[in-house]
């Protein structure tokens, strides 16, 4: 390969030193006893099985965010990954908590959640594509329930479950628009009892949630036990429990609930486990695996997908009210790609020098600081260079956040990676921050009704003037007080590119309402789902899938794979 051609992320993945996972282990403390070898360099962790060293604190929890994204994302895994690679070549015995990247995107756009460049975990393609089969079991799970409902329904239907009033769809691990609304059970009375369904994508289902808030086995089954899938005929609602399955559906999830274990280029110990998307469920990886982490390491840096204004406030408001995992500092991703976009300019021009197109697009980035700094933390401010950035607008955005009073630092963890040296100053400022006093509280009460919950983050986190709930959302919101669910708290499902429910409206809009369309309890996670604006469920394929640059050499070696 010449030196002059930059190597795609699978190349560099590819021509990496990547050591046996049994060496990572012992790295990160874990007795072999715990290891459950998944091939020469994955392995589940048997978190049972675990001897862990007496009267150790928990590790301290990085939470990575960012600034609204461009389609291509701003690099929050890639900094998630050489921020952990430079804090431990800092010295410091860290470990990483990323979730697992789904096949609909992967096969679509945005690609993969493996990092990138020299700041990546391996191996990259299996991590990228079956894995371990986590998400297979999720999907099996998911499906397995809704054989087993609609069975029920045509074998007597016991529970007087109304076909019409179905909450809970069948799942796909794909992007596929053609499978939003079907019809099923059609072809006579041997085939099941008709009535229309749909399908989400795997990483929209509640049992992924279920999965990533479940602190254990039995909470796992209890909480598969509280899913409502519908309601009876009355209008009560019925759960898992109710059809007495979830014993079958824990079965099915006992081998994808232990943690996975991986290494960064560096040689990081890293668990990728869950993946829940972040526009339209919580955007985290397994609350097992962040507290493994936690016991194993003394510095735990994870992410929550898209930015602060989703999954960082779903990780404050859901995730670190279910067990101790606050963090303990936040970074901001920020590029000077998505200044331009959120100033303005189109994404075929972005990388073009515009410091007039930042100075408008920064407000975003201020709204999102501001916004961290709500949950009583001071976040650091990491600036993802890429190739085209000029010298001149990252000083600019460097002066900028010193006249906010903002700490930040420029990484180059993609070119110069973690391992080197492109990450140290963002872990030194990092490391300064984990020392630093902070006043960690959630956004909101759960004793506030639903529809203040959601106002609280419309107005607070978005900066909306308020929201306006449609005829069924009104319906459901009595309906949620009626069936006692109001005080749970609210994942809000919005588009990731605006702080509006309009993907079009970019920066820092003011003068906007939010609507909320319907509202799904999710009783078995533990939250209510506000649906808002046109996001989908079920994702749709671009004209020109990243599919289509995808095959394999005659080795069976993935190329196109980014």
């Given at each position: ?433 984990l020392g630093a006093e902070s006043d960690f509280h959630h956004l909101y009460s759960l004793d506030l009704p639903v529809e203040d ?110």
């Open positions: 390969m010449s030196e002059d051609k930059v190597m795609s992320d699978l190349e560099i993945a590819h021509n990496a030193a990547i050591l046996p996972i049994e060496e990572i282990a012992q790295r990160a403390g874990i007795n072999v006893d715990a290891l459950e070898l998944y091939g020469p360099y994955k392995a589940k962790i048997d978190v049972g099985k675990l001897v862990l060293l007496a009267g150790k604190a928990p590790g301290k929890v990085v939470l990575v965010s960012a600034m609204s994204p461009t389609p291509a994302g701003e690099g929050k895994s890639t900094t998630t990954v050489g921020l952990a690679d430079s804090l431990a070549r800092a010295g410091h015995k860290v470990m990483i908590a990323l979730r697992e990247p789904s096949l609909g995107p992967i096969l679509g756009m945005k690609g993969g959640a493996t990092g990138g460049g020299y700041s990546q975990v391996l191996p990259m393609d299996d991590i990228n594509l079956h894995f371990t089969g986590d998400f297979h079991a999720i999907t099996s799970a998911n499906n397995a329930l809704m054989a087993l409902v609609d069975n029920h329904i045509f074998q007597g239907n016991q529970l007087g479950i109304d076909p019409r009033r179905m909450t809970f769809k069948r799942v796909l691990d794909m992007n596929d628009r053609a499978l939003r609304e079907v019809v099923i059970g059609l072809g006579g009375p041997a085939q099941g009892v008709p009535r229309q369904d749909g399908f989400d994508i795997t990483v929209a289902s509640e049992i992924m949630a279920v999965f990533c808030l479940a602190t254990d086995l039995d909470d796992l089954r209890s909480r598969l036990g509280r899913i409502t899938f519908g309601y009876t005929y009355d209008r009560a609602p019925v759960t898992v429990a109710d059809l007495g399955v979830q014993g079958a559906l824990t079965m099915l999830l006992k081998d994808a609930i232990k943690p996975n274990l991986v290494q960064t280029i560096a040689g990081t110990p890293a668990l990728v486990h869950g993946g829940p998307f972040a526009n339209i469920a919580h955007g985290c990886n397994s609350l097992i695996a962040t507290r493994t982490a936690m016991q194993l390491a003394d510095i735990v840096v994870t992410e929550a997908g898209f930015g602060a204004d989703l999954g960082a406030e779903k990780y404050m408001d859901i995730k670190a009210r279910i067990a101790d995992v606050a963090p303990s500092a936040v970074v901001v991703v920020a590029t000077i790609r998505a200044l331009k976009m959120q100033g303005g300019v189109p994404k075929e021009r972005l990388s073009e020098p515009n410091v007039d197109a930042m100075a408008t697009g920064v407000e975003n980035l201020r709204r999102h600081v501001r916004n961290v700094a709500k949950f009583g933390i001071t976040p650091v401010v990491s600036i993802n260079k890429f190739a085209t950035d000029t010298p001149e607008e990252l000083e600019w955005l460097l002066a900028w956040c010193a006249a906010e009073g903002v700490e930040a630092a420029v990484a180059d963890v993609w070119g110069r990676g973690g391992g080197g040296d492109g990450g140290d100053e963002l872990a030194a400022k990092v490391a300064t921050a919950k959601i106002r609280t983050i419309v107005q607070e986190i978005y900066g909306a003037d308020g929201v306006e709930f449609s005829v069924p959302a009104l319906k459901r919101l009595a309906e949620i007080e009626k069936n006692g669910w109001s005080g749970l708290p609210v994942c809000m499902a919005k588009t990731q590119y605006s702080f509006t429910d309009d993907a079009s409206r970019l920066g820092a809009p003011k003068g906007f309402r939010v609507h909320v369309r319907d509202l799904i309890p999710k009783t078995g996670a533990g939250f209510i789902v506000a649906l808002t604006g046109a996001v989908m469920t079920m994702p749709g394929l671009p004209k020109e899938p990243a599919a289509m640059r995808m095959d394999v050499d005659a080795d069976g070696n993935p190329t196109g794979l980014f």
